[in-house]
C-alpha cells in the first residue's frame, strides 16, 4: 500500500499531492541554510560518537556478565550467554543531533540484573575499561525521578539510565529486542518504566511519520527556530525536543507526500490554528498490560487542566506538555504566528530562509521588567543539586506570577545563568546571595590550582586551643568561592495596571522551595530580585547585542537644555530599590 493511499496517525491526511518544483528548489534551499546554521555535525565527529556507542555496548555486556558470575557463580550457560543491549533515544535516535549534541542512552539487562547492581558496578567498570583519559565528569544520580549516570567520553555528553527486561533471562542476538513489544514492560516499577519510556516513544515517533528523510530535515529546522527564539526547555514550561518532534511528525502525517519546506511551513499553519486542548495525537489510544494510568481527561480531572496537549504515542500514553503554562502557550501561539507571516514570504520566493532563525529579543528588546530567580550554594555539589531543584519550580513561579491581576505575560527565559563568585566577607556573601555581580569571578577550572592549607599532626605538648584559632584565622583568610544560577522571567504588565506587588507570589515560591527535604540553609540560599532592562548584566546580551539604554533628553522648545531634575538612580541587581511609592517588586530578600 503506498503512502497516499495510507491513513497516517488518526484522521485523514489533508493532501497528498506530490511535491512542485517551487516546494523542491525551497526545500533545498532549507538544507543549504541549515548547513550553514552549522546543524549538522561533521562524519568525523558522527563516526566518533558510533565508536562510543560500541564501546558503551561491550561494557554493558561485561556488566551484564559480571552481575551473572556474582550471582550464578555455576551457571556456566547463563555468564557464557550473558549481555546486555545499549539502546539510544532523544535527538539522536531521532537522527537530528548536531554539533555538541549529547546521546540519550539506555542500558537493558536481564530479569536477574537489578538497578542496584547498575550504580554498585556500572561506574567502576566505565573507568576500568574506558580509555584513559576518555571518561570525565562521572555523576551518578541514584535518587532522580529517572535515575541516571552522567559523564562525558571524548567530549560527547552521555546520559546513561538503565532498566531490566523482566521477562527474560537471556536476550535474544543483537538488535533483534524490540523495545515497542508492551509485553516487555511487565514486571518492571515505576522508574523502570520512565527509562524504557524514552527510547518506545522515540521509535514509535520514527515509526509513524511517513517519509523520515522529510520528517528529519522538517525536524531539525523546528528544533533551530524553537532554540533561536528561547522556547525550547520543558524544564521551564516549554516544549522539549520530543514534543517539537511530535508536533512535527503529526504534520507529516496530515501531508505524506510533502516536501520539507512544505512540511514547515504547514506546521506553523496547523499548529497556530490548532484548537487546544484537542490534544496533538500520532495515533489512537491503546490498552495495554499493565494496570497504571493513561492520559484521559474524562476519567482524570487533572488532565483536563492541560492547555498544549501532545499526547506521547508509547503505552502508556501520557501528556508530554503538561507544564505549559498560559504565559508559556501564549508566548509559543505569538511565536507560531510570525511563523507563519515569515514562511508565507519564504514560499513565495520573497524571504530567505534566514530570517526564520533569527535570534529572540527577551533582553534586548521585549521587557521593561524582570525578576531574577538566584539560586546560590556554597559548594559544587550542593550547587548542582539545588540548582536543578529551583530550575524545575520555576514554571510554579510563573503560575503564580501570571494569576496576578497586573500581569499579562510572564515569560520565563529558556536557560539560566551559571556564575562563580568569591567572597571575603559575611557582608559580600550576603550580597552575592541576593544576586551581586561584584564579586563574579572565573570558574573554578580556569584558575590556577589553589593551594590548599594542610595541618599537620599536633605535637603531643602543643596548645590545642592555639592551633583551633590559628586553623579559624587561616580558613577566615581565604575567599571563599560561592555558586549560583539566576533564571530571568520577563513581565508583561496588564492594560492599566498602575502598581505591582509581587511579596506574596515570591514569598510563597520561597517558602516552597525552602520547605524541600533537601535544603540546607547552611548550603543553599534563594532570592528573587526586581531588574529593570537598563540594569540587566552584561553576560545575558551576546556579542553584536546593543544593551538597553535611557533615550536621550529632549531639548526643551526654545533650544536651550533642560533643567537637570534629581532623580532616584535605577537599583542594580542584588541592590534593592530605595523606598518608593510605588515599587515594581517587593521581594528581594534571600531565603535562609
Known sequence: MDNAEKTWGITKPISSAPPTASETHSTTLLLEELK?????EAASESKKREKVLDDLQRIADEFVRKVARAKEPHN??????????????????????????????????PRYVSRDDYFKYFPGLLAEMAPPGAITGLTVVEDAFVPIIKFEYWGISIDLIFSRIATLTQFPPRHQLQLTSNEYLRGLDDRELRSLNGTRVTREILNLVPEQSTFRTALRAIKLWAQRR???ANIIGFPGGVVWAMMVARVCQLYPKATSATIVAKFFLIMKGWPWPIPVQLKHMEDGPLNVRVWNPKIYKSDSFHL????TPAYPQMCATFNITKSTKAIIQRELERGVEIT???????????ELFVKHTFFTHDHKYYLAVVATSTTKEAHKIWSGFVESKVRILVGELERHPSVAIARPFNKGFERQHLSNSEAQRSEIQNGSLLYVTKDE???PAQVAVVKGENDANADTDTQETKAEIEDAAQPQRMYNATHYIGLELAEGAKSLDLSYQVNTFKQMCGEWDKFSSQLNFLSVQHVKNL??????????EVKPARPPKKPVANGTAPVAQRKRHAPTEGHPPPPAKRQHSSATTAAG
Open 36 to 40: 550553514r546554521q552549522n546543524t549538522f
Open 308 to 311: 498544549m496537549p501532545v499526547i
Open 230 to 232: 528561547a522556547i525550547y
Open 76 to 109: 556456566d550457560v547463563l555468564i557464557r550467554d550473558a549481555r546486555g543491549e545499549v539502546f539510544t533515544y532523544g535527538s539522536y535516535c531521532l537522527g537530528v543531533y548536531g554539533p555538541g549534541s549529547d546521546i540519550d542512552t539506555l542500558v537493558t539487562a
Open 445 to 447: 577550572e580556569e584558575e
Open 535 to 544: 540594569n540587566l548584566p552584561d553576560d545575558v546580551f551576546e556579542p553584536g
Open 344 to 354: 508565507d514570504k519564504i514560499l513565495s520566493a520573497n524571504r530567505p530562509w534566514q
